[in-house]
């Protein structure tokens, strides 16, 4: 699969990374498989977070890899924490019992990467470094970086965090797509011109952050998949014939829609179907040209200027 560097970090990641958010809903075999399709495939990076199952995704992901030092090696895996029940967490305490917790259940001894899931209301930045200076220093966790951060809550952190941060994981899609909308529409008295997120896509590209798009095929917040869905019968018809175009799937041509975009992104996909999972792996293969973009983002209902 193709390959990309995760932010300022030497990491060479794949393009697209598989999430593993819904890996409960797959008995022993079945994640075997999964798994094994994933590598099989080029697609070693694995994104997780504590939450996930209460906990289990990570537990059947270390079962369904066999994990030990030589698969360690091949793949690439990033958690998250900062969730508890009721409340978001970032204080040097949480962070640290939370890594060691992810540790045990993935059974292996460091992440790649360990993102900040929320931001949390009452964080204490200085203790956020301290904690990421301890996992560093102890080799448990590698590389770092948050999600769901406007501009001003990472400049914070990083006022005090001396570590880079190298992902931001955002909502985004073809039909969520207001990071770049407001961009489109400055100075515009229109809806898609409010700036809800501090301009966010720019910041990143300007300090190297990778953003990692979740939910890149829903609608709303969690309100359904936009793919073969009747309340998009443009866009689908739009995605349907670039695919027949490329000869590939609808599937593909949302991924490699943002892909194409110059940010160079990372979509996390929570599919755990496996012909699905392949074909958002090819999206990597395929390159939209600027015509095909646009048609596609108008086809979402987006209006250009």
């Known amino acids: 699969m193709k390959t990309q560097k995760l932010g300022t970090s030497n990491l060479e990641v794949p393009v697209?990374?598989?999430?593993?958010?819904?890996?409960?809903?797959?008995?022993?075999?079945?994640?075997?498989?999964?798994?094994?399709?994933?590598?099989?495939?080029?697609?070693?990076?694995?994104?997780?977070?504590?939450?996930?199952?209460?906990?289990s995704c990570e537990e059947i992901f270390a079962e369904a890899i066999h994990m030990n030092s030589s698969i360690r090696e091949k793949i690439m895996l990033q958690s998250k924490c900062g969730i508890r029940q009721g409340m978001f967490d970032f204080s040097k305490e949480h962070i640290l019992n939370s890594v060691d917790a992810i540790l045990k259940r993935l059974n292996t001894e460091y992440l790649d990467?360990?993102?900040?899931?929320?931001?949390?209301?009452?964080?204490?930045?200085?203790?956020?470094?301290?904690?990421?200076?301890?996992?560093?220093?102890?080799?448990?966790?590698?590389?770092?970086?948050?999600?769901?951060?406007?501009?001003?809550?990472?400049?914070?952190?990083?006022?005090?965090?001396?570590?880079?941060?190298?992902?931001?994981?955002?909502?985004?899609?073809?039909?969520?797509?207001?990071?770049?909308?407001?961009?489109?529409?400055?100075?515009?008295?229109?809806?898609?011109?409010?700036?809800?997120?501090?301009?966010?896509?720019?910041?990143?590209?300007?300090h190297d952050i990778t953003i990692q798009p979740w939910s890149p095929f829903q609608y709303g917040f969690f309100e359904g998949v936009f793919l073969g869905s009747e309340k998009f019968p443009e866009l689908n018809q739009v995605i349907d014939e670039i695919a027949a175009a490329y000869g590939v799937s609808n599937t593909t041509i949302a991924i490699a829609w943002l892909l194409r975009h110059p940010a160079h992104m990372q979509p996390i996909i929570g599919t755990m179907n496996i012909d699905r999972l392949k074909d958002c792996i090819r999206a990597g293969e395929i390159s939209l040209t600027r015509e095909e973009w646009y048609r596609i983002y108008r086809a979402a209902g987006n209006v250009l200027p």
């Open 16 to 55: 697209v990374a598989v999430g593993c958010m819904r890996l409960n809903s797959l008995d022993t075999t079945e994640a075997e498989r999964f798994v094994q399709t994933a590598l099989e495939e080029g697609a070693n990076f694995f994104d997780h977070a504590d939450i996930y199952g209460g906990g």
């Open 113 to 206: 990467v360990l993102l900040l899931h929320r931001p949390d209301a009452l964080v204490e930045p200085e203790e956020v470094a301290e904690a990421f200076d301890q996992l560093e220093a102890s080799g448990k966790v590698r590389h770092f970086g948050v999600s769901n951060q406007n501009p001003m809550q990472i400049q914070l952190l990083q006022k005090y965090v001396k570590q880079p941060l190298v992902a931001n994981q955002l909502q985004l899609s073809i039909t969520n797509a207001n990071m770049i909308s407001a961009g489109i529409n400055v100075n515009m008295e229109n809806e898609a011109a409010v700036n809800r997120d501090g301009s966010i896509l720019d910041f990143c590209r300007l």
